[in-house]
């Protein structure tokens, strides 16, 4: 896997090499041992690639320069669209780049491609299903490893795809890395561009003939309605902040574990964007990442609006966010989820279809009756869920979320969205006496809580014991603002 930064690059006339490994022209070649001096002056500005198969050579790797440039003619028939090309030698036509590997990476790493507006708090649920997140760019972060079953039921990460390789935010970086990148598949093929937010300007069908081209070219069959393999390509310019990722547990980890994810190795391809010492200025970046899909959410969360369930009250929490305050608690086959003010019951649907086995309770009996009836609907069926795992099972009772009649220790996560100030209807509490005798007993029942509402409530949560892993806003409309919190219960309390 490859990565696309700018270096000059020493090449001799008519792309002749001193190499171990000599083929004909158009083709690639490695070489453990490049040029030491430039013999022509357009190499000091141009770009050439090596391909690398066993990925074992060090110094530069790049491509013969004219295959996505000028200098093509066609050499047999179209098919699907595609005509295959034969380049010619000379001189290199394009921009000054070259491809280093990514080093101390495991052997696979990850694209994943980021939705909604909230990077961050995409990333964080991203790790549910993932290990080693990282953003990289606008719309983008990379992982060492996912589990594709994690991945169909995530709700602000699109795809997941395992990446070739990544360069700048244009059309030849795109090329350079596709062109260098060891393929080891077999079977049709077929290219799918994305730009982030038109961040790039990139024409992304322009991108997806070029791309679809090189695979051609390079002996692939395409097919553009059911291929064997897609491959993604995912421009994205913008800004990100250093430090924005967090120290949180990984998908599979005792909840006491805990790894931080930094900017590491990648710091060397940004270029900060702001006053000098400002630990915090914003970093901007350009990138393309390419990679072959591995794993794409379910995107059917428009079948359960709210409006649309069986039973429904105004202020429901959207099935997006639901979903994703759900797999940030740990929801998942064979784990347990509590709510203790599940209201209409649509938190604890969405953790019910990626697996895990949900228990509610409400104080008042409308609202439990209603969480039965919306429970009962999406998930008593023998049909496994979209997400393609067993739906999990249900109770609901009337109670008390400052006394809830569990055991220690009873669910693997809980999450509550608080009452809303002047739309809450609390018959026996203060709001804030409710509050904090819900965190209070979510901790004993639970060694992780996510709690929503319209205000910070982390003041109270350190009180009665907990720990602040993150907290982020979610802006709904112009009047409410979702805070979310993710607490943990330290590994070392009783």
């Known amino acids: 896997m490859y990565r696309c930064t700018r270096r000059t690059v020493a090449v001799a006339p008519a792309m002749t090499y001193s190499s171990p490994y000599q083929r004909t022209p158009g083709d690639f070649v490695r070489t453990s041992d490049p040029p030491s001096e430039p013999t022509t002056d357009v190499a000091r500005s141009r770009f050439l690639c090596f391909d690398d198969p066993m990925r074992t050579t060090e110094g530069v790797t790049g491509m013969e320069p004219s295959v996505c440039g000028t200098g093509i003619r066609p050499a047999v028939s179209p098919v699907n669209g ?3 090309r034969q380049p010619r030698t000379g001189s290199p036509t394009r921009k000054n780049a070259s491809l280093i590997r990514e080093r101390g990476r495991h052997s696979t790493v990850y694209l994943l491609e980021l939705g909604g507006e909230d990077d961050v708090f995409a990333a964080r649920e991203a790790r549910s299903a993932a290990t080693g997140v990282d953003r990289i760019a606008p719309g983008l972060a990379v992982a060492r490893g996912i589990v594709p079953e994690r991945v169909r039921g995530l709700a602000y990460t699109h795809r997941a795809s395992e990446l070739l390789g990544r360069g700048d935010a244009d059309l030849a970086s795109a090329c350079a890395v596709l062109e260098a990148a060891a393929i080891d598949r077999t079977g049709s093929v077929a290219v799918r561009a994305t730009d982030v937010h038109g961040s790039s300007g990139v024409r992304t069908e322009r991108a997806e003939r070029e791309l679809g081209q090189i695979l051609f070219d390079r002996g692939f069959a395409v097919d553009l309605e059911e ?14 902040e250093p430090g924005e990722t967090t120290t949180v547990p990984e998908f599979g980890e005792d909840h006491g574990a805990h790894e931080s994810h930094e900017h590491g190795g990648d710091n060397d391809a940004l270029e900060a964007d702001g ?4 630990d915090r200025a914003d970093v901007r970046v350009s990138v393309c ?7 794409e959410s379910v995107r059917d969360f428009g079948t359960r609006a709210p409006t649309d369930k069986p039973f429904f009250q105004p202020g429901s929490m ?3 966010l639901a979903r994703a305050v759900a797999n940030v608690a740990g929801a998942r086959p064979g784990a347990t989820i ?19 086995n949900v228990i ?24 496994p869920s979209p997400t393609g795992v067993s739906r999990g099972s249900w109770h609901v009772g009337r109670g008390d979320a400052t006394r809830l009649p569990l055991v220690d220790d009873a669910a693997d996560g809980v999450i509550f969205d608080a009452p809303y100030g002047r739309q809450s209807k609390i018959d026996t509490h203060r709001l804030e006496d409710l509050v904090s005798g819900a965190l209070a007993e979510a901790r004993r029942i639970a060694p992780r809580a996510v709690v929503v509402a319209d205000r910070s409530w982390i003041e109270e949560a350190r009180t009665v014991g907990w720990e602040l892993e993150s907290a982020f806003e979610r802006r709904v409309h112009r009047s409410l603002t979702r805070y979310v919190m993710v607490l943990e219960r330290p590994a070392d309390s009783n």
């Open 318 to 320: 959207d099935p997006l």
């Open 227 to 240: 291929p064997d393999h897609l491959l993604r390509v995912v421009f994205s310019e913008g800004t990100v």
């Open 338 to 356: 509590l709510d203790p003010m599940c209201g209409t019951g649509g938190v604890l649907v969405e953790a019910g279809l990626v697996g895990a």
């Open 82 to 84: 595609f005509t295959r």
């Open 360 to 383: 509610g309770t409400d104080a008042q009996a409308k609202m439990a009756d209603g969480a039965r009836e919306n429970l009962a609907h999406f998930l008593e069926t023998d049909e």
């Open 275 to 278: 006053a000098d010492g400002d």
């Open 289 to 295: 990442a390419l990679g072959w899909l591995a794993a």
